[in-house]
């Protein structure tokens, strides 16, 4: 079965410094490999996706994410972060067969910004 | 969250009632799927389904029933509410080989 590993529970960043997140995942083939933010009281908005390719994906609001296959790992990168930053973020993976389209979440790493 | 539509958006129930949470979309994919969020859980998916007419359990499927007779309506029942099932619900739709589209969500609770 499929899984998902965020390791860090809460990160705290201040402005204007470079963050990563960290998602390790666990699955037989190729997996298809999303983060997602999700701000209080909201929904989940997809940064980016990785299906195949280059490893190295990039998304919205200036993020980044690197799939390792090597690692099984799948972090989430950005330069500089912005106070708009603050919110949960969610690595999930997908199975890639048609009729099995389950997305598995890891816990979420909640981010906050200070000045 | 354009394509994915629930309601209610907020909901209290007494223990032993039945509710049903709706799920709308209009982007015609064909997998549908509820999950609850709970602290420092994640989400878990509870019922998910490929098609119309076709469902199946997820992880936490217990206390909740589905059926799909539509491509696009996918509702989800509470038989009979209990304090566990207190929780944060989202619907979500997937065509294949694409990412998951998700409603704003469906705070519950349940007294």
């Known amino acids: 079965a499929q899984s998902v590993t965020q390791p860090d529970i809460h990160i705290t960043v201040s402005e204007g410094a470079s963050l990563e997140l960290r998602c390790n995942y666990s699955?037989?083939?190729?997996?298809?490999l999303f983060w997602y933010v999700q701000s209080p009281g909201q929904g989940l908005q997809l940064l980016l996706k990785?299906?195949?390719?280059?490893?190295l994906v990039q998304g919205i609001k200036g993020f980044e994410a690197e799939f390792k296959r090597s690692q099984s790992s799948f972090n989430l990168r950005k330069p500089s972060v912005h106070w708009s930053d603050a919110a949960e973020y969610f690595c999930?993976?997908?199975?890639?067969?048609?009729?099995?389209?389950?997305?598995?979440f890891g816990t979420g790493t909640r981010l906050t910004i200070i000045p | 969250n354009a394509g994915v539509t629930q309601t209610p958006k907020f909901q209290v129930l007494k223990t032993g009632q039945s509710m049903t949470l709706q799920c709308a979309q209009d982007?015609?994919?064909?997998?549908m799927s509820w999950y609850r969020q709970d602290p420092g859980m994640g989400l878990r998916l509870i019922h998910y389904?490929?098609?119309?007419?076709?469902?199946d359990q997820g992880e936490v499927p217990n206390g909740y029933n589905v059926s799909r007779s539509t491509t696009e309506d996918f509702p989800l029942r509470l038989l009979s509410a209990a304090p566990s099932q207190t929780s944060v619900y989202f619907c979500?739709?997937?065509?294949?080989?694409?990412?998951?589209?998700f409603g704003q969500g469906t705070r519950l609770t349940v007294v």
């Open positions: 999930a993976v997908g199975e890639s067969n048609f009729g099995n389209e389950k997305l598995t």
């Open positions: 699955y037989g083939a190729t997996p298809y």
């Open positions: 990785y299906f195949s390719g280059d490893t």
């Open positions: 982007m015609n994919h064909e997998y």
């Open positions: 389904s490929v098609g119309a007419g076709i469902t």
């Open positions: 979500a739709i997937k065509g294949v080989g694409t990412e998951a589209f």
